[in-house]
């Protein structure tokens, strides 16, 4: 278990389903010591409501989250060299992160966790998949800094 880093950016695809999921649990078990954003390659789509309604199930609220890219992030003043820890959620989140390692010392870690679009038949389907995504971040983010509980 490591110490809390001060900053920390999750990234995936489209920044609508896990980065963002990632980023609100992040943000609910560990409070505001740890400055928490979130980044798509892409921003094509908007937060996915599966996903606002499988993090309310846990008390996290999404529905005010804004997806955006890695670009639009830089055009917005955010400074990608002074985040600690970067998680990438996904493959291709994972290249971008590290072609940037070649312009910034950025710590980058790989967190392979399913994408649940597309998943599921039903809407019950559907949000089984989401929650095993959900179940998936709360594991990794357990694993690495512990439970929530501990830490506040």
């Not at 094509?44 to 670009?71: K, P, T, Y």
């Amino acid at each position: 278990m490591k110490e809390l880093p001060q900053s920390i950016l999750f990234c995936c695809d489209h920044n609508a389903v896990r980065s963002p999921m990632a980023e609100g649990i992040m943000k609910q078990f560990y409070g505001s010591g740890t400055y928490v954003q979130s980044v798509g390659v892409k921003n094509d789509m908007e937060i996915d409501g599966f996903c606002i309604a499988v993090c309310q199930e846990i008390g996290v609220e999404l529905s005010r989250h804004r997806s955006r890219s890695f670009d639009e992030m830089e055009q917005w003043g955010d400074d990608l060299s002074s985040f600690d820890l970067v998680v990438a959620l996904s493959p291709a989140s994972q290249r971008r992160a590290l072609e940037l390692t070649r312009f910034f010392h950025l710590d980058v870690e790989y967190w392979p966790i399913m994408d649940p679009t597309g998943l599921g038949e039903t809407r019950d389907a559907k949000l089984e998949s989401y929650r095993q995504t959900r179940s998936q971040i709360i594991q990794r983010l357990t694993e690495r800094w512990g439970n929530p509980l501990e830490t506040q």
